[in-house]
T-cell receptor, first 113, second 112 residues
Framework: EAQVTQNPRYLITVTGKKLTVTCSQN?????MSWYRQDPGLGLRQIYY???????DKGDVPEGYKVSRKEKRNFPLILESPSPNQTSLYFC????????????FGSGTRLTVV | RKEVEQDPGPFNVPEGATVAFNCTYS??????FFWYRQDCRKEPKLLMS???SGNEDGRFTAQLNRASQYISLLIRDSKLSDSATYLC?????????????FGAGTRLAVHP
């Protein structure tokens, strides 16, 4: 089944404790992206990648890192999480987003206390 | 001004009703347009693309008005299962073809 898999689905952590949210897609898509979703603000792009070893900042990149060492994986790293990073996070992948839109993972609900 | 604006709703309608959502976008050079559906606490899923000539998929019709910079989604014969949040999505030319800009969504509640 074609899908984008994120883990974990839920995570509660403490301020400053590094964490990684994994994302993997099995569709051989070149484009991958991370979004966060907050009430009233919609989905905002954190980082995106157009191919292996090619990543760039989205609209809200502060406090996040990503890497794209393999085509299928695009982990999101929070080196020192803070409470304002409490949010619902979605990983997404696509062939060409402007043509076909994104396929999203199931989401990761992160709470930083 | 937000790049993509939607009425947050909620729209409360009875089964069988016809309901329409509008969405406005600020970048006149925007290239591609979509409607996504998002169920509570779930991931957004592509509902349909929006083409310049308008397009229909069953009970759903999408329209684009480039002159006024808005897109619309019409749902006919609403079902209980249509209850969800509908996200308007735009690809801005200046942001590159990789970027999708999402509206905050319009919530629809269909009741018996």
């Amino acid at each position: 089944e074609a899908q984008v898999t994120q883990n974990p689905r839920y995570l509660i952590t403490v301020t400053g404790k590094k964490l990684t949210v994994t994302c993997s897609q099995n569709m051989n898509h070149e484009y991958m992206s991370w979004y966060r979703q907050d009430p009233g603000l919609g989905l905002r792009q954190i980082y995106y990648s157009m191919n292996v070893e090619v990543t760039d900042k989205g609209d809200v990149p502060e406090g996040y890192k990503v890497s794209r060492k393999e085509k299928r994986n695009f982990p999101l790293i929070l080196e020192s999480p803070s409470p304002n990073q409490t949010s619902l996070y979605f990983c997404a992948s696509s062939t060409i987003p402007g043509q076909s839109g994104y396929t999203f993972g199931s989401g990761t609900r992160l709470t930083v206390v | 001004r937000k790049e993509v604006e939607q009425d947050p709703g909620p729209f409360n309608v009875p089964e069988g009703a016809t309901v329409a959502f509008n969405c406005t976008y600020s970048n006149s050079a925007s290239q591609s347009f979509f409607w996504y559906r998002q169920d509570c606490r779930k991931e957004p899923k592509l509902l349909m693309s929006v083409y310049s000539s308008g397009n229909e998929d069953g009970r759903f019709t999408a329209q684009l008005n480039r002159a006024s910079q808005y897109i619309s989604l019409l749902i006919r014969d609403s079902k209980l299962s249509d209850s969800a949040t509908y996200l308007c999505v735009v690809t801005p030319f200046s942001g590159g073809y990789n970027k999708l800009i999402f509206g905050a969504g319009t919530r629809l509640a269909v009741h018996p």
